[in-house]
């Protein structure tokens, strides 16, 4: 199979969409780079090259390069989506969401509830998260729980190349307002990604790695932290098995139970703040649902409850590390 | 066109429809007393003619957003009111299914695409809607209807400069009825709302909203500039609003005086039967069958809306998304 | 002791504090009612009553009534915070954070952190939450979740009117940011106040009502609920302690634990949405600190992953009550 | 009073510290070449004329926000470029400890409320930092910088009506540098930005950026204006923007051509120049000795930073709270 990095699985989704699809447009700002300039157009495909090419491919009547209004274009995208278009719609860093929560939260995730299912609203919002950029506090933010904690929203989460591609196409294929993440640091990250289009259904985890002493949940990035943190567990005769939820919401609660019932041994990885976090969320499922199996206590690897810092030092030690998995399995499998 | 030159039916239907808001809001301000409509309503009566001159001129294929205030938008537009009281009841013969309630009515089968308990949060929602009209090629409209107190929200400032760099097929009219709640516009809004939109070069035109004919006319200019490809045109209409910001609103921040004068002076369905009868258009009696059809049809759909049933428990779960899991 | 409304607690709050602090002032919309017009002045003494009198006695420079500009005024709160004030910022129902929340997450939040230590933003932001008023979808989430998540904020959910006062005192001279959540069906319960100044501090845990064997942890209005469940179980001879954290960030981690211990069993009481809730991150640090004393599942008793609707049935149901809480202790006390 | 008549002491200031933020820029995109500072940083180059025409006002009890582009408004404004450089390296003693980095430098000592990662984010921050200078009676005013960009955020707007309906002491200077990142202002913009403030009753003033003597004027007029209790002021400040949006731009949708005119005819520095020679007010070599002054203040910047320590591991959870628990 072809290998392609994560950036260009999702270029992919989103080229083979668009021409499947004459709804689907894009909003955002900087989508191409140059937009009214006098040099290069389509200058940057996108701050962080994942729109590459769409400019040339469909157009600037499709691909909307719009002002820094984030409330403004989300809640277009939202409007359009309510009215016949399915918009995909970029905030450049989900910080930014800050900006425009009303329209995520209030209005897109809650039309169809509060118009009693006659409404449908199928939206992608595209967003940058995570810290290692060395860029600080408000540009490195993972803020998943907070997506994954409103009603009406679908949260995803893609760890790898393939899955970003199958994922995005799902997004976009769904009928409900999407919140699709995309970790600044995988984007450089190849795998193996089909050319053909394929989907990959929400609420439908991936065991990553079988093993039968502990069990680490991770999310995102983390995904690659707690394999090698099982590569090193591994080193010293402990078998972890690996899943990877790859949407928040829904969350696969089935396939969690059912690896947890049979190792009861559990530590979640998640690069978020760790009050009201999706670990924390994913603890309480299995504290509440196979209490029998647990045999040690559930174990969260998180950032600190603490901003993003600006220092390299500082920022690599607010990230989850292997060693710090490797240890907190340890913890629980030694006892 | 002046809007006198209407054609009878026309001149009726604008009548009935302003006279149905009025009782409706009436009607819902007694039921309310009755402890049978849960909750609060923001009610549109004084408002009448905005919504009724600038819906005159709209298709079902085209879309309005409304505010929390919204009772009057969705009868202008066509939504049906049994239904509508019927949610304000919170039954599920509601407009919603009884989940939305007076702020969220919606009836996107009549391009209605929803109250709204955001201040504001309706027009960008608008903009998206004009955007598909634009982009699916239909020569279709989209109006967003806001208040005085939403001026200073910023994403209003937003869905301005958006529409007009994407040169939308969209209209903002803006209801000022000289208060956001219980404060008086003055009092937080700087400078001129007009120059406010014309500063995004968005024509912006200044309307007397007592007045319905003036409300058409203002809003035919703006409305044919949206379907001719003009791009956004924005309304300031100057309302009285009759009541307190909600039916629980004691009011008294508004002198007794001052409210008469309000409804004596400022009242579109007298002025309307003046102009009328002035240039003997339509005769009281003709009129008076009308106030009495509304009557009839307001009843109905009182006792309708006490008779239907509340939601299923199970409503309580679903709509949430179209699939979940 | 005097008996007073959880209203008129605040209300008592406000005006001892900014008697005794002319650096705290006020902002928000609607604060009086009326600003502007002929008729009364105070005409509402704020949207739900809590704000009246402070007009009279302190003058419309300390009592600023805003436009309707959140993002405006509680940033404007936010910088007045750093350069020598002590706001009240007050955002007349929490689900409007979405129009602001950049202000309170990216800003307020972070400054001190940013700014490496060297400066300190004493805001308080009030705000009503919580269901029950048929108000629908968009005037009734209860969010607190979401501001537990961000590090840099306190959160503080005072349960009734004896907290209300002595919490809020505490959050005007706490020199942190402070989200103070009022719950609007709260307003009208009465309960015994001191007309003295006292604060609570934050972090501390009231427990509400000693048992033995079950932990019902509750927040907010809930903590009613949990002490009518408590009666209930009381009835059928099961003993029920019931713990009131009253702020979510800090949280009160060694009286939950303590308790936790030595009981075992537990349920958890909150009004938000499930997903990343306060409800699973306190879940959490059960499962992990204390999982060796744990005899039975974690319950949570929670609102459900929807929307508030608005028909009164439906809302009704979509609030914990009293038996589901007895039920849910029932089903782990009797296994 | 005209730039023009400045004693030659502040004559000299002026042009030194717009060569200190000219070359502390371009050695920063030196620096970032050799990999040691992380991440990236937007270059304040070209635009150098802004920022100190309007510091030249202030004292360090007035207050100033800035934006992404914030190192050129940090030093007019008094800041420390050792630990300012120091920041950038993320190093323990720099402004904000290593923990803020480019985009959250911050001096509150020297009223310089921080630089922001969030686009218009600092306007009402701002104002609140003149409600604080109104109410606690001191005569100070503040200043919020933002870029044409920041425009179109709602915030803006909302920031424009309170500071006017507050009659705050608060000037809103536009830096206008054609781009907001890679798009065009010309393509998201509509209308005109002195309309925009004017239409909220707000004087605003159009200004050549590349003239530190017409800024130092216009920001004259409104600084007095605050002072003296007339409510805000608004300058659109007309800048080249000398880099990319940020320094791994390859800013190639603007041709080179344009690039080198821009350099070549609307640079602050040999404009300044050129007027001060015209009227003989100071020499090359008192200027050229000033350049040499900054080129070793700069490497002493350099050197101390890349010698100073990375923050302690413990700084990770400190400064979240001054007291949590
Ligand atoms: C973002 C937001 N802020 C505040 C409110 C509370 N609120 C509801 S209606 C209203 C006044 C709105 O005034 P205006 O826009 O003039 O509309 P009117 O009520 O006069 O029709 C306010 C402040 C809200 N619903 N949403
Ligand atoms: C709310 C928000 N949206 C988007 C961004 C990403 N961004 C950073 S700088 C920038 C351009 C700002 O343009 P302008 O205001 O003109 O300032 P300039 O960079 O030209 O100095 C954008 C879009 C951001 N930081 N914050
Ligand atoms: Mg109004
Ligand atoms: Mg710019």
Redesign the pocket.
Known sequence: MPKKSFRQALNEALHSEMARDPSVIMMGEDLTGGAGANGVKDAWGGPFGVTRGLLDAFGAERIRDTPISEAAFIGAAAGAALTGLRPIAEIMFVDFAGVCL?QIMNQAAKFRYMFGGRAKTPLVIRATYGAGSRSGSQHTQALYPIFTHIPGLKVVIPSNPYDAKGLLLQAIRDDDPVIFLEHKMLYDTVGEVPDASYTIPFGEARVVRDGKDVLIVAIGRMVGVAEEAARQLAADGISACVVDPRTTSPLDEETLLDVAEKIGRIVIVDEANPRCSVATDISALFADKCFDALKAPIKLVTAPHTPVPYAPNLEDAYVPTPEAVAKAARSIVKR | MSGLQLPQDKLVEVYRNMRMIRRFEERVMDEMATGDIPGNT?LYAG?EASAVGVCLHLSEDDYISS???GHGHSIAKGVDIDSMMAELFGKASGTCGGKGGSMHIADLRKGMLGAN?????GAPITCGAALSAKLLGKNHVAVAF??????N?GVMSESFNLAKIWMLPIVFVI???????ATA?EHVSAGSFTRRAESYDIPAIEVDGTDVFRVYEAAGEAIARARNGGGPTMLHVHVP?YYG?YSGDPDNYRTPEEKAAMRRERDCLINFRKRVNEVSLLDAAELDAVDQAVEAEIDRAVAAARAAPFPPLSALTTDVYVKYL
């Open positions: 009303d | 923001h408002q505010t929390h205030r308990g955001i201040v504001a949060a806001a208040g005085d107190g939403a001026m929200e209801e000022d009825n000289g208060f956001g709640e516009n609003r910001h």
